[in-house]
Nanobody, 128 residues
Framework: VQLQASGGGLVQPGGSLRLSCAAA????????MAWFRQIPGEGREFVAA???????????NSVEGRFTISSIFRDNAEATVYLQMNSLKPEDAAVYYC???????????????????WGQGTQVTVSS
């Protein structure tokens, strides 16, 4: 499984960015794809997730209403997941990671330790 995140950059407060995560080699259909973020010295924080089956989405309270996760599932082996980030705040600045796992139960969807596959991070800086 390969995950490739992109789309980070520098944006002013109130601005928008769209992150992308290209996933390949997914050997399963019932997986969850998620975005996490991390600032130096802290653990990875759940941002948003989307289920392959049904497309249900989940958000952290801190981003609800500002961020939108969506996906294009081309077939069972490839997918692209997006994170549209609007009304960005300085506290949104972090390295953002995409992750996936085929075996998550709902209660684990916000736990980074439960995800088996990770992409490299993409830096988001929010500053004037």
């Amino acid at each position: 499984v390969q995950l490739q995140a992109s789309g980070g950059g520098l944006v002013q407060p109130g601005g928008s960015l769209r992150l992308s995560c290209a996933a390949a080699g997914l050997p399963f259909s019932g997986y969850t794809m998620a975005w996490f973020r991390q600032i130096p010295g802290e653990g990875r924080e759940f941002v948003a997730a989307i289920r392959r089956n049904g497309g249900r989405t989940y958000y952290a309270n801190s981003v609800e209403g500002r961020f939108t996760i969506s996906s294009i599932f081309r077939d069972n082996a490839e997918a692209t997941v997006y994170l549209q980030m609007n009304s960005l705040k300085p506290e949104d600045a972090a390295v953002y990671y995409c992750a996936t796992d085929p075996n998550l139960i709902l209660s684990s969807i916000r736990s980074p330790s439960m995800y088996k596959y990770w992409g490299q991070g993409t830096q988001v800086t929010v500053s004037s």
